[in-house]
């Protein structure tokens, strides 16, 4: 069974520009999460799908964070614009009823 | 809020040594718990679960028991190995299946010397 995937692995970019990052769930997971890892802290949920719908999204800077999974599979995660406290790792994962599976995640630089 | 709380690291052991990394949470109602594990360069992997209070889970050694009356979950093994060193986090789900958010302690760094 393949995994989440993530892509890029890594991203760096100057403050005040945008970056994007992709997830693609396990196969028939209809529950999608993002996180945010910042360095020497466990992950803190940004959003949460079910499906294409967004269950809690309450914890998302909605002032420069944005996310959508259309069709109910892949997912985007945007940053515009990006600020330095955003360098973290982003990761994502998804689930069945048992447990959550998390991607390698994406580790975004903002110098 | 829901919180979760981890023993300080960095922990540094020797191979063979005893392992106890400290845990507590703070949730209404009857969470789920789990310890995650990253290992160096990986991402996270589910070490073990308990989805309600006096049921202990395990894996690889590995044990943990929920305690609703000390509001716990202490990750034990009785000999750790060099392949033990990796980020240990525990977390709670607010709901009794894997469904729910997680919220996460800040993680301990453990190192096995040989």
């Known amino acids: 069974e393949a995994g989440v995937a993530q892509s890029p692995r890594y991203k760096i970019i100057e403050k005040r520009q945008s970056v994007a990052f992709w997830c693609n769930p396990i196969?028939?997971?209809?529950?999608l999460y993002w996180y945010q890892q910042i360095l020497g802290q466990g992950p803190k949920l940004l959003i949460q799908?079910?499906?294409?719908?967004?269950?809690?999204d309450s914890q998302l800077p909605k002032d420069r964070f944005s996310a959508e999974r259309l069709k109910g599979v892949d997912s985007t995660l945007k940053i515009q614009p990006a600020k330095l406290e955003d360098s973290a790792v982003y990761l994502c994962?998804?689930?069945?009823?048992?447990?959550?599976?998390f991607g390698p995640g994406t580790r975004l630089t903002v110098t | 809020g829901d919180s979760v709380t981890q023993m300080e690291g960095p922990v540094t052991l020797s191979e063979e040594a005893f392992l106890t990394i400290n845990c507590t949470y703070t949730?209404?109602?009857?969470?789920?718990l789990f310890w995650y594990v990253q290992y160096p360069g990986e991402g996270l992997q589910l070490l073990l679960k308990?989805?309600?209070?006096?049921d202990k889970g395990s894996n690889k050694g590995f044990e943990a028991t929920y305690r609703k009356e000390t509001t716990s979950f202490h990750l034990e093994k009785g000999s750790v190995q060099v392949s033990d060193s990796a980020v240990y986090f525990c977390?709670?789900?607010?709901?009794?299946?894997?469904?729910?958010?997680?919220?996460f302690g800040q993680g301990t760094i453990l190192t096995v010397h040989p």
């Open positions: 994962a998804s689930s069945s009823f048992y447990e959550q599976y």
């Open positions: 196969s028939g997971h209809a529950t």
């Open positions: 799908f079910q499906n294409n719908g967004v269950v809690d």
């Open positions: 949730a209404t109602g009857y969470p789920s």
């Open positions: 308990a989805t309600k209070a006096d």
């Open positions: 977390a709670l789900s607010p709901l009794g299946t894997s469904y729910g958010k997680l919220t």
